[in-house]
């Protein structure tokens, strides 16, 4: 046989024994299962329902303000290439609340540039923050524009125009 590929798998996908060489797992079996678990819990997202598992656990970490164990989690989804927008918005989240705004401006970009539109909510407040009220009120104004109905945003608005005076007027 040697380096030959038997049908259309090569030599080293087949299985050997009763458990396959390559990266995926047997059904019911956990991505990583045969991995040491700091490799598992390291590692980038390797699909979409890995991915929202990930961004489900990051939320939970979040929400209960472990920050950095919530950063950890959006940065394997954000480095890879499922649910990239959603890692960074909630990047650009930890950012804001552990008051690093210039992480949080970043983060949101990237995330509305992967289409987040509730990224934009979080740039405007990371931009009020950061004393810049000319661009908070340019996206504030954009989020309006989707979501006319949203008192939060008009409040900050208001807020923010109040903060900049003429130049924003």
Do not use: H, W
Not at 1 to 29: M, N, Q, Y
Not at 67 to 77: I, K
Not at 135 to 158: D, H, I, Q
């Amino acid at each position: 046989v040697g380096d030959k590929p038997v049908g259309d798998k090569p030599v080293g996908d087949k299985p050997v024994g009763d458990k396959p060489v390559g990266d995926k797992p047997d059904k019911g079996e956990k991505p990583g299962a045969n991995k040491p678990d700091a490799v598992v819990e390291q590692g980038v997202a390797r699909s979409n329902s890995e991915a929202g598992m990930i961004l489900k656990d990051a939320k939970a970490a979040f929400d209960t303000q472990k920050y950095e164990s919530a950063r950890a989690m959006y940065q394997r989804v954000a480095k890879s290439p499922y649910y990239q927008g959603r890692g960074y918005l909630g990047l650009a989240r930890v950012d804001f609340e552990t008051k690093n705004y210039a992480g949080a401006i970043s983060n949101a970009n990237k995330a509305v540039d992967l289409g987040s539109a509730e990224a934009r909510t979080v740039l405007a407040n990371a931009y009020a923050k950061k004393g810049n009220y000319k661009a908070a009120v340019e996206e504030y104004r954009v989020v309006l524009g989707k979501e006319p109905n949203n008192p939060g945003v008009k409040a900050a608005l208001t807020q923010a125009l109040e903060k900049c005076g003429k130049a924003c007027q």
